[in-house]
Antibody, heavy 120, light 110 residues
C-alpha cells in the first residue's frame, strides 16, 4: 500500500525558507503515470495547490507562488521536497504531499499532513 | 475567495439525501475541466471521493455520486450516515494554469 509521509520543521521564522520533504513508500516514485505534489490548508480554510513535479523533473507551480516555490525530486531516496522562500504569517498552514494521477488529474493519495507555523 | 464556490454548510437526518454544489466558470468547470470531490474527516487529510466528475475510487460506497453540468458540479450523498459528517471539497483545473479547490462544505448529520 502506497504511503506518503511529510517531514520538516514545524516552526519557521518570517522571511526565512520553509523546507519540507515527502517520503514515498510502498510504491515507485518513478511511475510514469503520476505527478508528486504539495497542497496546503490554512487553519479553517480550504486546500490550496502549491505545485507538483514529474519523476523526470518537470515542474508546475501555482502562478501566485511561482516566484517563491521550488519542488525537487530525489528518485534514489524516493523523496520529493518543497522549498518556499520569504515566508510570512500567511504561509502558516497544514502542508500535505499528495500523488496526482495523470490520467484522472485527481489527487488520489495524500500524506497525513504537517503543521507549519510562521512566527518569530 | 475560492475560485470554486460551495455552500458553507449543509445538513440532513440519517437516511436522507443531501447534495453539495460547486459553482465555477467558463475558465474551469465550464472549460470543460473535470471535477473531483474530496472528503475530509476531522483532523485527517482529504480523501478522494469522486474523480472525473462521476467516478468512484475503489472502496467508496455507491451512496456517493457526482455529476457535472455546464459551469457547475454536484455531489450527492444518499442514505446519510453519522460518519459522513465531514468537510467536502470540490477541485478542478483553471485555464490560468492552476489547480483550484472550492472553499469547502461542512456536512452535519442531524
Amino acid at each position: 500500500q502506497l504511503q506518503l509521509q511529510e517531514s520538516g520543521p514545524g516552526l519557521v521564522k518570517p522571511s526565512e525558507t520553509l523546507s519540507l520533504t515527502c517520503t514515498v513508500s510502498g510504491g515507485s516514485i518513478s511511475s510514469r503515470g503520476y505527478y508528486w505534489g504539495w497542497i496546503r490548508q490554512p487553519p479553517g480554510k480550504g486546500p490550496e495547490w502549491i505545485g507538483y513535479i514529474f519523476y523526470s523533473g518537470g515542474t508546475y507551480y501555482h502562478p501566485s507562488l511561482k516566484s517563491r516555490v521550488t519542488i525537487s525530486v530525489d528518485t534514489s531516496k524516493s523523496q520529493f521536497s518543497l522549498s518556499l522562500t520569504s515566508v510570512t504569517a500567511a504561509d502558516t498552514a497544514v502542508y500535505y504531499c499528495a500523488r496526482r494521477d495523470s490520467g484522472s488529474d485527481a489527487f488520489d493519495m495524500w500524506g497525513q499532513g504537517t503543521m507549519v507555523t510562521v512566527s518569530s | 475567495q475560492s475560485v470554486l464556490t460551495q455552500p458553507p454548510s449543509v445538513s440532513g437526518a440519517p437516511g436522507q439525501r443531501v447534495t453539495i454544489s460547486c459553482t465555477g466558470s467558463s475558465s474551469n468547470i465550464g472549460a470543460p475541466y473535470d471535477v473531483h470531490w474530496y472528503q475530509q474527516l476531522p483532523g485527517t487529510a482529504p480523501k478522494l471521493l469522486i474523480y472525473g466528475n462521476s467516478n468512484r475510487p475503489s472502496g467508496v460506497p455507491d451512496r456517493f455520486s457526482g455529476s457535472k453540468s455546464g459551469t457547475s458540479a454536484s455531489l450527492a450523498i444518499t442514505g446519510l450516515q453519522a460518519d459522513d459528517e465531514a468537510d467536502y471539497y470540490c477541485q478542478s483545473y483553471d485555464s490560468s494554469l492552476s489547480v483550484v479547490f472550492g472553499g469547502g462544505t461542512k456536512l452535519t448529520v442531524l
